[in-house]
């Protein structure tokens, strides 16, 4: 420290400050010094989209994360540029936590059979209404936390999105 004196580490334990860009509270200079700057170019969504909806008993977590990034990937692209409207990981975690709510409704919050055995038919069957049950309740939770948020000409395409993101879901 400045007194001269020496502080013993413990090499077990990091301490972390993330600092965002363009926030009202910025980190004063002085503490910024004493931290290493690391860059985080760009977080992957599908991963902590995959993540977060196994950790809430999403049986299809995989093929719902790759649905989800693309519908937000793809709103980003074709929707018109508005100040308010989020498409990142601010939106994707609200988005989350009301599928929480909405898997729990439902009743459906068992997790998923991973001992590896082989699928017979009949479970086969039953996985693919366990896939588009979950897909209707992400659907549902995606039209209800963004809807509400888009610009009327932008609610259509939006619409349309869903529908070619989630084939045979019914709206």
Known sequence: FTDGRLAR?????????TMNPNTRCAVPENLKLLFRTVTMVHPDRRVIIRIK???LGF???AMLAKKFDILYKLAEWQLTQQG???FGLR???AVIRTAKTALSASGDSTSKDRRGTILNLETRRRSTAALLHEEAILM???KSVNLPKLVQ?????????LAAVFPGVPE
Do not use: T, W
Request: hydrophobic letters at 50%.
């Open 9 to 17: 580490l413990n090499s077990n334990v990091g301490v972390f400050v």
């Open 53 to 55: 909806l196994a950790a």
């Open 59 to 61: 049986k299809e977590s």
């Open 84 to 86: 308010h409207y989020d």
């Open 91 to 93: 939106s994707i975690i």
């Open 140 to 142: 549902d939770v995606l």
């Open 153 to 161: 000409e932008d609610v259509q395409v939006f619409r349309s999105l």
